[in-house]
């Protein structure tokens, strides 16, 4: 029985968790939910799948869990802030820790778990965006296992030789093992026919809805500016220990073939599925073995078209700037991020405009593309200092 730790369980990620596991009650047990204020959704999980430890970000919304919980005759003990998620994801008895907690809020209890030599489930992708070369050194010394839940980047994984999956954290060039290129594919969003001089118009309502995958606001619109894509396109570089120029990104509108792997002798491997997140949380929980999902199998007689296209840098510029950043070094990576959080909340609170997203996110790359970031704490620092920028250029675009 695997003991298993979900950071962020209120979201969409850490929700279609528990769908897997509830289908496999004699294999993994949930040790330790955490949310950041959603205190009745938390509640229910907890009801039903009767954690040990449960823990909130919010203060009051801890006491306010705490009670309802207590009430319902509830033994889960109740835990409250950003130290409790760092503890529970390195609790001694845990086995697997899902990072499923959305930003920069992720990266210190995922580092805790990686510190811990989990076998973590990498949802956060702003783990590797903020601080990948340090975050895959700490893999590498900890004895971490680590398996991108991503579905780009999960579906790259399975294509990969074996001993590259399991080298973790020491992999060799792609090079060395015939690899000449990864091919990351994305949908292109909601917004890949609409005429370009109209995107200045785009409601929030249209932005979060994606056409085919059902995810967070935050990460629907990214994917509807394809920053999603560029952050994805960062994590690939340090997942898999690689330069920015062997990834291609591939507009692929059916969102079935979910990434490739091209092969030196011409060969093209792909991954393909529902897009349906439960399908790489299934094969992260139980790797190297395979477990079933709720997801249903592919009708091949039913797919009657797949399509592919490079994607416009004049109606995607976020992902041209963090491929940009990519090239750029960790501390423009970091600064992007940061400033493309602000930017994003504020869109979706309606103080600047959709395109302004691609302004915020360009002058703040401008100004922080030089900094340097090494530790932990010039990574945190430049973070803070970025988010403060980004919140003044809001002001002047309101």
């Not at 040990?52 to 835990?79: D, H, I, W, Y």
């Not at 590498?140 to 399975?158: C, K, M, R, Y």
């Not at 030196?264 to 299934?282: C, F, H, K, N």
């Not at 030089?370 to 002001?395: F, K, M, P, T, W």
Request: aromatic share 6%; glycine share 6%.
């Amino acid at each position: 029985m695997r003991q298993v730790v979900i950071l962020g369980a209120t979201g969409s990620i850490g929700c279609s968790t528990l769908s897997v596991l509830a289908m496999h009650p004699e294999q993994f047990q949930v040790l330790a939910l955490t949310a950041s204020t959603q205190t009745s959704k938390l509640l229910a999980q907890c009801l039903a799948f009767k954690p040990r430890f449960a823990a909130m970000l919010c203060p009051l919304a801890a006491v306010t869990l705490k009670t309802e919980l207590q009430l319902q005759g509830s033994k889960t003990e109740v835990l409250a802030g950003p130290e409790a998620l760092i503890a529970l994801a390195g609790h001694p008895e845990a086995d697997i820790v899902m990072a499923a907690i959305v930003g920069a809020a992720g990266l210190l209890p995922t580092l805790a778990a990686v510190e811990q030599g989990k076998t973590v489930l990498l949802a956060n992708k702003e783990a590797l965006v903020m601080s990948g070369e340090l975050f895959m050194a700490k893999v590498q010394h900890h004895g971490t296992t680590l398996l991108p839940v991503d579905s780009e980047h999960n579906a790259i994984f399975q294509c990969l030789p074996s001993a590259f999956q399991q080298a973790q954290g020491q992999q060799p060039a792609l090079a060395e093992m015939g690899i000449a290129k990864l091919l990351l594919t994305g949908s292109g969003g909601p917004f890949l026919n609409r005429p370009i001089a109209s995107l200045a118009t785009v409601t929030v309502a249209e932005a979060i809805a994606h056409p085919n995958w059902t995810m967070g606001q935050k990460i629907s619109v990214d994917s509807a500016t394809m920053m999603n894509k560029g952050l994805e396109f960062i994590e690939a570089r340090w997942l898999f220990n690689c330069a920015p120029a062997d990834i291609e990104v591939v507009i692929h509108p059916q969102s079935i073939i979910h990434s490739m792997v091209q092969y030196t002798d011409g060969s093209v491997l792909a991954q393909l599925g529902q897009p349906d997140m439960r399908t790489p949380i299934a094969h992260a929980l139980a790797f190297p073995k395979r477990i079933s999902s709720p997801v249903a199998p592919l009708k091949f007689s039913q797919l009657t078209n797949f399509s592919f296209a490079e994607p416009e840098p004049a109606r995607y510029p976020n992902l041209y700037l963090a491929m940009a950043a990519c090239s750029a070094g960790q501390g423009a990576t970091t600064a992007l991020n940061a400033a493309n959080e602000v930017a994003v909340a504020a869109f979706i609170s309606e103080q600047i405009r959709f395109t302004d997203i691609r302004r915020l996110n360009e002058t703040c790359l401008e100004h922080f593309h030089n900094y340097a970031a090494r530790s932990l704490d010039d990574i945190v620092a430049l973070d803070l200092e970025a988010r403060a920028y980004a919140q003044q250029l809001v002001r002047t675009l309101k």
